[in-house]
């Protein structure tokens, strides 16, 4: 009896209508619990972005508020004001490229007739697609300064996103808009380009090609982008290339434009480089560009049916706008007729103080050079912008400084015996060319001066405060003929390669030396700790090469002033230097010195 009763109850138990509602609870349990799932994922996403695409700039005029549509935000042209005109239209400028340095983003900007080269920009960054203003980001950009001379818009550095974004290596456009939505790294791009004759001359980093020596060429080739690039990038012409050293290539024009190289100029081009040793042409890789043919034009003020000028000097800087005038007041005592400042990154007054010694009369051109770790390639630029101008050119720092100790009469045949008068620096050059045509480089020893106990930079300006050195010289630095060097256009700072057929000479000392204020005071040298300029050079803050003669004997890797620190450096007290530059500088009225009238 217990048995059949217990099987009628499982009986009822096992109803289909039980069954059916045990399935139904569990699918709506199990629907609720993946919805939920789903929206907690979502709300997860939108405040923690995943994509290694979410943080991109792009640009809006400083002062301009968010517009009341963020598409216009995050749209991938350049919104920007022109506030010096009664018409407050907005005006879209197109971003052609971006690069990502280390310590900013390098954004190029179509030119625009209504662009004014004062105009300050905001950078604005998106976090999301969304189509909402939520997680839009504004910096103020560190610089605006003009692109190929102006010829092709604009170069805007803006700061690196902030610490809680993490996808800055992806910056790309969140949409569409005729822009180039691209970052590319400055460490593999090809970045710049000129004209010389029937060739073009392309700059470009990552081909890691070995330092002071000529590359195989073979392995490349340059691709011109005619047309209309911007908007289908393809490269359709290909030349190969005649030489290739270091971070330069340089390749013939093609056979459509050669017979008119006007037509080159503005067109997009980089490097294809075979991926092994038995590719072939179609097999080339195609580095990454954002550089255009530019012609580098005479700015000086003298035309070149004039006739070039006897002596010019280029040299690379960062934020040295306190050292620019004394060296250039100095150094055009000696001659030097024409500068060419190619500035990297700077963030002081050099502008400032170029715009004033350009209204007193120095012939000085200021050249915007965005790369980083590229002296060298940026010294082979100059000396194609300076060969239309200069029969000599002179490559030095401006903490460098040529002085001519009291010449004896067994070196009458480079200048006259006795202390040295005005113009004597280009005296020297041209009797150089008029005796000895053969010589295309001139080379003068360094002696390098350290502290000299001082703690604080020296108010009379580095040449009177700085007297005692190091005994034995280091290295030199060179003038050359842009004229006679060697196509690779191949230096390693100090010095050229030469064509065949010319060669240097090497100064005696007792003609002319350089002063280099290699080791000044602490709060002047620690800068050097922020980056090298040089290619081959490693940064300070990298603990390689550490006894190298790069580097400052005794320091580390952290910039940290070593104890006795205003002592070091000191073997030999000079003060030759001083002591001219007080008798031919020195007002007689008040003893100051012109860049000392110029700081009060």
């Given at each position: 009896?217990?048995?059949?009763?217990?099987?009628?109850?499982?009986?009822?138990?096992?109803?289909?209508?039980?069954?059916?509602?045990?399935?139904?609870?569990?699918s709506?349990?199990s629907?609720?619990?993946?919805?939920?799932?789903?929206?907690?994922?979502?709300?997860?996403?939108?405040?923690?972005?995943?994509?290694s695409s979410?943080?991109?700039?792009?640009?809006?005029?400083?002062?301009?508020?968010?517009?009341?549509?963020?598409?216009?935000?995050?749209?991938?042209?350049?919104?920007?004001?022109d506030?010096?005109?009664?018409?407050?239209?907005?005006l879209?400028?197109?971003?052609?490229?971006?690069?990502?340095?280390?310590?900013?983003?390098?954004?190029?900007?179509?030119?625009?007739?209504?662009?004014?080269?004062?105009?300050?920009?905001?950078?604005?960054?998106?976090?999301?697609?969304?189509?909402?203003?939520v997680?839009?980001?504004?910096?103020?950009?560190?610089?605006?300064?003009?692109?190929?001379?102006?010829?092709?818009?604009?170069?805007?550095?803006?700061?690196?996103p902030?610490?809680?974004?993490?996808?800055?290596?992806?910056?790309r456009?969140?949409?569409?808009?005729?822009?180039?939505?691209?970052?590319?790294?400055?460490?593999?791009?090809a970045?710049?380009?000129?004209l010389?004759?029937?060739?073009?001359?392309?700059?470009?980093?990552g081909?890691n090609?070995?330092?002071?020596?000529?590359?195989?060429?073979?392995?490349?080739s340059?691709?011109?982008?005619?047309?209309?690039?911007?908007?289908?990038?393809?490269?359709?012409l290909?030349?190969?290339?005649?030489?290739?050293?270091?971070?330069?290539?340089?390749?013939?024009l093609?056979?459509?434009i050669?017979?008119?190289?006007e037509?080159?100029?503005?067109?997009?081009?980089?490097?294809g480089?075979?991926?092994?040793?038995?590719a072939?042409?179609?097999?080339?890789?195609?580095?990454?560009?954002?550089?255009?043919?530019?012609?580098?034009?005479?700015?000086?003020?003298?035309?070149?049916?004039?006739?070039?000028?006897?002596?010019?000097?280029?040299?690379?800087?960062?934020?040295?706008?306190s050292a620019?005038?004394?060296?250039?007041?100095?150094?055009?005592?000696?001659?030097?007729?024409?500068?060419?400042?190619?500035?990297?990154?700077?963030?002081?007054?050099?502008?400032?103080?170029?715009?004033?010694?350009?209204?007193?009369?120095?012939?000085?051109?200021?050249?915007?050079?965005?790369?980083?770790?590229?002296?060298?390639?940026?010294?082979?630029?100059?000396?194609?912008?300076?060969?239309?101008?200069?029969?000599?050119?002179?490559?030095?720092?401006?903490?460098?400084?040529?002085?001519?100790?009291?010449?004896?009469?067994?070196?009458?045949?480079?200048?006259?015996?006795?202390?040295?008068?005005?113009?004597?620096?280009?005296?020297?050059?041209?009797?150089?060319?008029?005796?000895?045509?053969?010589?295309?480089?001139?080379?003068?020893?360094?002696?390098?001066?350290?502290?000299?106990?001082?703690?604080?930079?020296?108010?009379?300006?580095?040449?009177?405060?700085?007297?005692?050195r190091?005994?034995?010289?280091?290295?030199?630095k060179?003038?050359?003929?842009?004229?006679?060097?060697?196509?690779?256009?191949?230096?390693?700072?100090?010095?050229?390669?030469?064509r065949?057929?010319?060669?240097?000479?090497?100064?005696?000392?007792?003609?002319?030396?350089?002063?280099h204020?290699?080791?000044?005071?602490?709060?002047v040298?620690?800068?050097?700790?922020f980056?090298?300029?040089?290619?081959?050079?490693?940064?300070?803050?990298?603990?390689?090469?550490?006894?190298?003669?790069?580097r400052?004997?005794?320091?580390?890797t952290?910039?940290i002033?070593?104890?006795?620190?205003?002592?070091?450096?000191?073997e030999?007290w000079?003060?030759?230097?001083?002591?001219?530059?007080?008798?031919?500088f020195?007002?007689?009225s008040?003893?100051l010195?012109?860049?000392?009238?110029?700081?009060?």
């Amino acid at each position: 009896m217990d048995s059949s009763e217990q099987r009628r109850k499982r009986k009822r138990i096992l109803r289909p209508s039980s069954i059916s509602a045990l399935v139904y609870f569990f699918s709506v349990r199990s629907f609720v619990l993946c919805f939920s799932f789903l929206i907690f994922v979502f709300l997860l996403s939108y405040h923690i972005p995943f994509s290694s695409s979410v943080f991109r700039p792009v640009l809006v005029v400083s002062r301009l508020s968010l517009l009341s549509s963020s598409s216009d935000l995050l749209s991938t042209s350049l919104s920007f004001q022109d506030f010096g005109s009664s018409s407050s239209s907005l005006l879209h400028l197109q971003i052609e490229g971006r690069v990502l340095f280390p310590d900013h983003v390098l954004l190029f900007v179509n030119k625009n007739e209504l662009f004014s080269k004062n105009t300050e920009f905001e950078c604005v960054y998106g976090r999301n697609s969304t189509g909402d203003d939520v997680g839009i980001v504004k910096e103020k950009s560190y610089s605006v300064d003009v692109y190929g001379d102006f010829e092709f818009g604009a170069f805007v550095r803006c700061p690196l996103p902030r610490v809680n974004y993490s996808a800055v290596v992806n910056l790309r456009e969140l949409r569409g808009n005729g822009s180039n939505q691209t970052v590319n790294s400055w460490e593999n791009v090809a970045y710049a380009a000129a004209l010389d004759g029937n060739t073009v001359v392309v700059f470009v980093k990552g081909l890691n090609l070995r330092p002071d020596r000529e590359s195989d060429s073979s392995q490349f080739s340059c691709y011109f982008g005619l047309g209309n690039f911007e908007k289908e990038g393809r490269f359709a012409l290909r030349t190969k290339a005649i030489t290739a050293a270091q971070e330069v290539v340089r390749c013939a024009l093609p056979l459509s434009i050669r017979k008119n190289p006007e037509k080159a100029r503005g067109i997009r081009i980089t490097i294809g480089m075979l991926s092994h040793v038995h590719a072939r042409a179609h097999e080339h890789v195609l580095l990454p560009s954002v550089a255009k043919i530019t012609e580098l034009k005479s700015e000086g003020r003298r035309d070149v049916e004039n006739g070039k000028y006897d002596l010019c000097v280029c040299t690379m800087v960062w934020n040295q706008g306190s050292a620019l005038r004394e060296w250039i007041t100095y150094h055009s005592w000696l001659g030097v007729e024409r500068w060419f400042i190619y500035d990297n990154n700077s963030d002081d007054n050099i502008k400032d103080v170029i715009e004033e010694l350009e209204i007193e009369n120095y012939n000085v051109t200021r050249h915007v050079w965005p790369w980083i770790k590229t002296q060298e390639a940026g010294f082979s630029h100059c000396a194609l912008r300076a060969k239309k101008e200069c029969n000599w050119v002179s490559f030095m720092d401006v903490d460098e400084y040529f002085y001519f100790p009291y010449s004896t009469p067994g070196h009458q045949c480079l200048r006259s015996s006795g202390y040295a008068g005005q113009d004597s620096l280009r005296s020297l050059v041209a009797n150089v060319s008029s005796s000895s045509p053969g010589i295309a480089e001139i080379r003068t020893t360094c002696h390098s001066f350290g502290p000299s106990g001082l703690n604080s930079a020296p108010s009379q300006g580095i040449t009177v405060g700085y007297t005692c050195r190091l005994k034995s010289p280091e290295r030199h630095k060179s003038i050359i003929r842009p004229d006679a060097l060697d196509t690779t256009l191949l230096n390693v700072v100090h010095h050229f390669h030469l064509r065949k057929g010319f060669s240097y000479m090497n100064l005696p000392q007792s003609t002319a030396v350089i002063n280099h204020y290699k080791y000044q005071v602490w709060e002047v040298f620690r800068a050097k700790f922020f980056r090298r300029v040089a290619t081959y050079v490693v940064d300070w803050q990298n603990n390689q090469n550490e006894g190298s003669r790069d580097r400052a004997p005794g320091l580390g890797t952290e910039a940290i002033e070593p104890p006795n620190w205003p002592l070091q450096f000191c073997e030999v007290w000079d003060t030759g230097l001083r002591d001219f530059v007080l008798s031919n500088f020195a007002d007689l009225s008040t003893g100051l010195l012109p860049w000392e009238k110029s700081s009060f």
